[in-house]
């Protein structure tokens, strides 16, 4: 059996698979929701030191300036901060949105890297105390 299936639906599926991926690997599906949320006044503070260590923080933040998230924090900026970003790119200061975004994607891979290091250390841990406990 074979379906075809419309190229613009392809394309639909493929782009919301690929949404799908990084939000699977989102940090902040691991902690507390409301403290991305806060109220009015109330400490980001917590939130935005969980992006730092997010390994999707610039496809969080991609995501958040495409769709035009309101609220909340997205890739470690607040609203206030995503909206100035979102005027210098309305303004055509592509500069200033270029570079915070490439420095959250250097955040990124620095987080994704870290990550690495700690999962290949915690591995070699294990290794090391299975060799001690079978000598
Ligand atoms: S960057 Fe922050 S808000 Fe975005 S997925 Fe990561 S932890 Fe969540």
Do not use: N
Request: one cysteine or more; hydrophobic letters at 40%.
């Amino acid at each position: 059996m074979s379906f075809t299936v419309a190229p613009d639906i392809f394309l639909r599926v493929l782009i919301l698979a690929d949404e799908m991926d990084w939000r699977d690997r989102a940090l902040c599906a691991e902690v507390d929701p409301e403290a991305f949320f806060p109220e009015k006044g109330g400490s980001v503070r917590a939130a935005k030191q969980v992006c730092r260590g997010c390994e999707v923080r610039a496809d969080c933040l991609e995501y958040a300036l495409a769709h035009d998230e309101r609220f909340g924090i997205w890739g470690g900026f607040s609203e206030r901060e995503r909206r100035r970003m979102q005027r210098a790119l309305g303004a055509g200061s592509f500069i200033a949105a270029d570079d915070i975004k490439a420095r959250a994607r250097q955040q990124q891979r620095a987080a994704k890297a870290a990550r690495w290091q700690d999962s290949e250390r915690e591995s070699r841990q294990r290794k090391r105390q299975a060799l001690g406990s079978a000598a």
